[in-house]
């Protein structure tokens, strides 16, 4: 099983992600957009169905607060130099940051902890890029709304991989905040 552990966002901060996608789409880039967005927390990848009941009981013993995230401006990684990831920031980071360590925590011993954790959902993989820096002016000056959502849960996620379709993803437990 391939598994991740992320928080989903609203339809309405989805629809603002679909519509900054809409402003990349230019003849200056060639991009893949995400289908489906989500912050991830943690990528845990290929791993057997046992380590798999495992970590869904690890992850049932973290107590965290529900909280509200925000869509906070935008970037790219790894560099403006050399473009791979357009990507939206949310905040609050600090909180987003101790939930994400407070998992690293609870799966110690089974995976290894995250050494430099952006919370950032995923716009576009970027294949080539012609003008690097009209592209990274179009990254920065993307419209987008500050919306707000209630974080209430965070998933442990199967992808399974698709080819050209994309990923497909599947829900294997949903764990509520108190």
Not at 16 to 22: C, H, R, S, V, Y
Request: proline share 4%; glycine share 4%; no cysteine.
């Amino acid at each position: 099983m391939r598994l991740f552990i992320a928080i989903e966002v609203s339809p309405e901060a989805a629809a603002q992600l679909l519509g900054a996608q809409k402003q990349l789409q230019t003849d200056n880039s060639k991009l893949t957009f995400t289908k489906s967005f989500h912050l991830t927390l943690k990528f845990l990848g290929e791993i057997a169905p046992a380590k798999a009941e495992e970590v869904k009981k690890k992850l049932q013993t973290i107590q965290f607060k529900k909280f509200t995230a925000q869509l906070d401006g935008t970037g790219v990684f790894p560099s403006e130099n050399y473009v791979r990831v357009v990507w939206v920031g949310i905040e609050p980071s600090d909180v987003i940051r101790d939930l994400q360590r407070k998992i690293d925590d609870a799966l110690t011993g089974l995976f290894q902890k995250e050494k430099e954790f952006k919370p950032h959902i995923t716009l576009a993989r970027v294949k080539t890029v012609k003008d690097k820096k009209q592209f990274a002016e179009q990254v920065k000056n993307l419209k987008l709304a500050p919306v707000s959502f209630s974080v209430i849960q965070f998933k442990l996620i199967e992808s399974q991989l698709r080819g050209k379709e994309g990923p497909l993803y599947a829900d294997t437990a949903i764990l509520p905040l108190a």
